[in-house]
């Protein structure tokens, strides 16, 4: 089958489990995705199968959308909730003013050093590979895209936040600096990606869905691929 699914998912396995799932549960050789999620963030994954997976390239190149959660006044050696988290021992918090300008400061064209616990590459290694080593390596900032950044809701130490930015974002890494920016410290503590390119959460299935589905059922969610 060659085709497109737009899969929900959920908070814990890899986008290569699903991948995994998807190419078991369909009998499919032939399975991609086109834009990874970490394993504490849901939402929007698009599935390739089929001559669809030539497509990854130019589907993972499009803006992404995400719901997120950031907590301040401490910090995590990973940037998200799956890291090592450090209070920063700060017990008063910035007012909502302040908070606002923070964000407001990485809106539009930015730059933004890659996480130390990221699959890009130094030197034929991934970072995170690295990082468990103990070996922290600095990459140089790239140039990204925040189109749209606006406050969702503050409900301290928590601020809630919706972001459309361009390939290549880090989502954790923004919340870490902006944090910075405070004083205060931030990390990721929820993330949700509602739209890739032109596929939505609306459209999306979960994996109980797809196991129950058949490739030939008028169900089964695909959009083909051209």
């Known amino acids: 089958m060659d085709g497109i699914i737009v899969i929900d998912k959920p908070k814990g396995p890899t986008s290569h489990d699903i991948v995994d799932i998807v190419r078991k549960t369909l009998h499919i050789k032939k399975v991609g995705h086109a834009g990874t999620l970490d394993p504490m963030a849901t939402g929007v994954l698009v599935i390739l199968t089929g001559k669809c997976t030539k497509e990854s390239?130019?589907?993972?190149?499009?803006?992404?959308?995400?719901?997120?959660?950031?907590?301040?006044?401490?910090?995590?050696?990973?940037?998200?909730?799956?890291?090592?988290?450090?209070?920063?021992?700060?017990?008063?918090?910035?007012?909502p003013v302040r908070?606002?300008?923070?964000?407001?400061?990485?809106?539009?064209?930015?730059?933004?050093?890659?996480?130390?616990?990221?699959?890009?590459?130094?030197?034929?290694?991934?970072?995170?590979?690295?990082?468990?080593?103990?070996?922290?390596?600095?990459?140089?900032?790239?140039?990204?895209?925040?189109?749209?950044?606006?406050?969702?809701?503050?409900?301290?130490?928590?601020?809630?936040?919706?972001?459309?930015?361009?390939?290549?974002?880090?989502?954790?890494?923004?919340?870490?600096?902006?944090?910075?920016?405070?004083?205060?410290?931030?990390?990721?503590?929820?993330l949700r990606r509602t739209r890739s390119g032109k596929f939505t959460i609306a459209e999306a299935i979960t994996i109980d869905k797809l196991s129950t589905l058949s490739i030939l059922n008028s169900q089964f969610s695909t959009i083909q691929c051209v």
């Open 57 to 95: 390239s130019r589907l993972s190149s499009d803006d992404k959308e995400y719901e997120a959660e950031l907590t301040l006044g401490a910090r995590s050696d990973t940037e998200d909730a799956e890291g090592v988290i450090t209070d920063s021992g700060k017990s008063i918090y910035p007012d």
């Open 99 to 190: 908070i606002k300008e923070a964000f407001d400061a990485f809106l539009g064209p930015i730059e933004q050093i890659p996480p130390a616990y990221s699959a890009v590459k130094h030197k034929g290694k991934k970072l995170y590979e690295l990082a468990r080593k103990g070996i922290r390596v600095e990459k140089e900032p790239r140039k990204i895209m925040i189109l749209r950044l606006d406050i969702m809701e503050i409900s301290l130490p928590k601020v809630r936040f919706c972001v459309t930015c361009s390939k290549g974002t880090y989502i954790r890494k923004l919340a870490a600096d902006i944090g910075e920016r405070l004083g205060y410290g931030a990390y990721l503590s929820a």
